[in-house]
């Protein structure tokens, strides 16, 4: 049975002729009755009755019928649906963040400009991020790292100094910076594997012939802030990261000149979609996407 049959049964029961039903479908008279002709023929059945006075529905063909009002009917409510989509009253956003004070405000004005959409906001660092976008797990992912594949559509947003985050109360507050040889022999509070953080620490240390001992490591920002403020050490975030917390103190480290990076990125294959696109280009400020 193909569409096209179905439908012209369907606009023959309800405009009562086949060429009234040629009218609504934009078909010839003709093509309608071959449509017909060929779905009675395919199943052996009877459908209509045809006289001179017009057609009438056989009992076969009002049982289809009322089969084919429910399909037409889904066929309807699926248009709708995909059409509220279009234009973003309906649907979600899943984004993925490092860093979710990166992306906040451009959430709030996405959420003005979009209030029917839901948005889902979850947090991870850079490696699990760019697998979730692989997974299609989350839409866009913003993160510290630019991935090399060629299969990802990417915005820079900004581009942060890394500072050592310690406890108030401990005497090395005092200071206002401290250099990058004298970190690293202080307890440090490492972040997990695949946090960029952690990464551009150990590749620092290591083009400086250093290596590293004694660190603690602790998953997630947050956690690593916490144990910076029951000093547990030093911990290394991006000068963008920062919020205000009275237990820290900030140092800079003048003599380390790496800067965090923050991408915007999703897969290319995904780059058209709809709900993508709009966050993608709010910013019509913004510098291009960097393919």
């Keep these: 049975m193909r569409h096209a049959q179905i439908k012209a049964f369907h606009a023959v029961a309800v405009h009562n002729g086949f060429s009234r039903a040629g009218e609504a479908l934009g078909l010839t008279q003709p093509a309608v009755s071959d449509h017909v002709r060929k779905l009675e023929e395919s199943y052996g059945v009877q459908l209509f009755t045809r006289g001179s006075s017009g057609v009438a529905l056989t009992d076969m063909g009002r049982k289809l019928f009322a089969i084919a009002e429910r399909l037409f009917e889904a066929e309807t409510e699926a248009m709708e649906l995909l059409s509220r989509g279009r234009t973003l009253e309906e649907g979600q956003l899943t984004i993925g963040a490092d860093a979710a004070v990166h992306i906040l405000p451009e959430l ?5 400009k979009h209030p029917k959409l ?13 697998k979730r976008l692989e997974d299609f797990s989350i839409d866009i992912a913003i993160t ?67 290596t590293l001992s004694g660190a603690i490591e602790i998953e997630s920002r947050e956690a690593a802030r916490e144990a910076a403020a029951e000093g547990l050490g030093l911990a290394i975030m991006s000068k963008g990261e920062l919020v205000p917390d009275g237990r820290l103190a900030v140092l800079a480290i003048p003599d380390w000149t790496t800067e965090m990076e923050e991408w915007m990125i999703c897969l290319k294959s995904r780059s058209a979609l709809h709900v993508i696109r709009s966050f993608f280009t709010l910013e019509r400020e913004a510098a291009k996407p960097i393919a």
Excluded: C, Y
Excluded at 121 to 127: D, E, F, Y
Excluded at 184 to 194: C, D
């Design 144 to 210: 510290a790292e630019r991935p090399p594949d060629a299969g990802f559509l990417a915005r820079k947003l900004r581009s942060d100094r890394l500072v050592a985050v310690v406890q108030r109360s401990s005497k090395l507050s005092k200071l206002k910076e401290i250099r990058f040889e004298q970190l690293v022999k202080l307890p440090l509070i490492l972040r997990e594997e695949g946090s960029m953080t952690r990464t551009l620490l150990l590749d620092e240390a290591g083009r400086r012939g250093i």
């Design 118 to 130: 839901s948005v889902r906001l979850v947090t991870g660092n850079s490696a699990q991020l760019v």
């Design 108 to 112: 709030a004005r996405f959420r003005l």
